[in-house]
Structure formats: C-alpha cells, structure tokens
C-alpha cells in the first residue's frame, strides 16, 4: 500500500516569511497530490492539489511543486499571516485504487508569529 | 452550495455499546469516504462507497461497518465499542467515480467511555 511521510511535523515562522513542507511517497504510480489545512475543531479543508502531469501549481500565496522521479511534493506559502497557523496534511492515493483512498501524512502543525 | 455535513457533531458513549453516525454529501456528489482521525495514529481511511457500493475497506476489524444509500448519504456503524474507539470521524465527499477533490465535513467527535 501507499505510505506518506511529511516534514517537519512543526513549523514556526515570523510574519511575512515563507513555510515549505515536505512529503514523500512510496506507490509510483499514484497520480493525484492534495493538500489539506485542518483548523482547530474544524474538519480538513481542501487547499490546493496537483495531478502527477504537472510540475507545480500556484494559487495566490499557495503552491504545490511535484517530483514524480523522486516521488516527493511540497507545499510553499509565501508572505505568511497569522490566520495560515493552522495543521497541514498532505495525501496521495494509492496508485490505480480507482476510488478516493487517500493516504494521510502525520501533519505539520505551522504557527505563524505575528 | 451545502457543504458535507455530519451528525451528530458530539457524541458520549460507554463501553459495550453501538453507534451510528451520519453523513449527507455535497449535493450531486456520489461517492463518500469516511476516516478516523487520533493523534496517535492520524488520519485512516476506513472505507469509501459509490452508488451504494463498498470499493475499498481500510484495515479496521468487523466491527466497524457502513452503507449507503440511493440519496448518496452515508452512515457507518462501530459496535462494541471500546475506549480506543474514542476518535474524530470523518466523511468526505467527492463528485466523479475516480480520484479526485473530497471534500470533508465537520467530523463527529466520539468519545467511549
């Protein structure tokens, strides 16, 4: 089956700097990269995802990058706010399932400084 | 446009007993996948459905068990439940037959004790 690892599993970051966090997989032939924010008492929220055609994708202050070679992806936050604190889980599918079974990273807990 | 909304959001329940949660999908979604979340063990699937069909079971025992129905709502059922049981459940909907978007709701908060 797909395992996920994501790094590192906190970050802390002044106001205005950038956050990049990592993950790894394992099934080749997974295609499909999402990323979710889960804020306190709140279920996770779809932020950005990226399909394994694609190298990077950038939404606002938000981007995916791919490297389906080295089977990692990240995400990058530029010009972070206080209200980007919050639990971030990356996730990927195991290749071929067809279905939405999606293999969860442990988290990265970010907390931005004002 | 409503968002996937579980019930009920908080729930108490002892040792030994059974429970049933809720899930309605987004409208005109047809596929909807359920997790449990811990801190121990993070966020594990534990089975989807479409069209009121189990595609894929997570590795969970028995006696945590689901359905669908022709609306496309879920409920999925623990019995004999124990303290470990104790979790965030979540349900997420999707729109197409194969990989893409889900979109998660609230959870129901299950505490057993």
């Known amino acids: 089956g797909e395992n996920v690892e994501q790094h590192p599993s906190t970050l802390s970051v002044q106001e205005g700097d950038s956050a990049v966090i990592k993950c790894t997989y394992s099934?080749?032939?997974?295609?499909?990269f999402p990323w979710y924010k889960q804020e306190l008492g709140k279920g996770p929220q779809l932020i950005i995802d990226i399909r394994s055609n694609v190298g990077e994708k950038k939404d606002q202050r938000i981007a995916v990058t791919l490297n389906k070679t080295a089977k990692h992806f990240s995400l990058h936050i530029t010009e972070t706010q206080p209200e980007d604190s919050a639990v971030y889980f990356c996730?990927?599918?195991?290749?071929?399932?067809?279905?939405?079974?999606?293999?969860f990273g442990k988290g990265t807990k970010l907390s931005v400084i004002p | 446009k409503a968002g996937v909304t579980q019930t009920p959001r908080y729930l108490i329940k002892t040792r030994g007993q059974q429970v049933t949660l809720s899930c309605s999908p987004i409208?005109?979604?047809?596929?909807v996948s359920w997790y449990q979340q811990t801190p121990g063990q993070g966020l594990q699937f534990l089975f989807e459905?479409?069209?009121?069909?189990?595609?894929n079971k997570g590795n969970f025992p028995g006696r945590f068990s689901g359905r669908q129905f022709s609306n496309s709502r879920s409920e999925m059922n623990v019995s004999t439940l124990e303290l470990g049981d104790s979790a965030l459940y979540l349900c997420a909907s999707s729109p197409t037959a194969v990989g893409g978007e889900a979109f998660f709701g609230q959870g129901t908060r299950l505490t057993v004790v």
């Open positions: 409208s005109g979604h047809r596929s």
């Open positions: 459905y479409f069209s009121e069909t189990q595609r």
């Open positions: 099934d080749s032939a997974s295609n499909y």
């Open positions: 996730a990927a599918p195991p290749g071929g399932a067809g279905s939405y079974q999606l293999t």
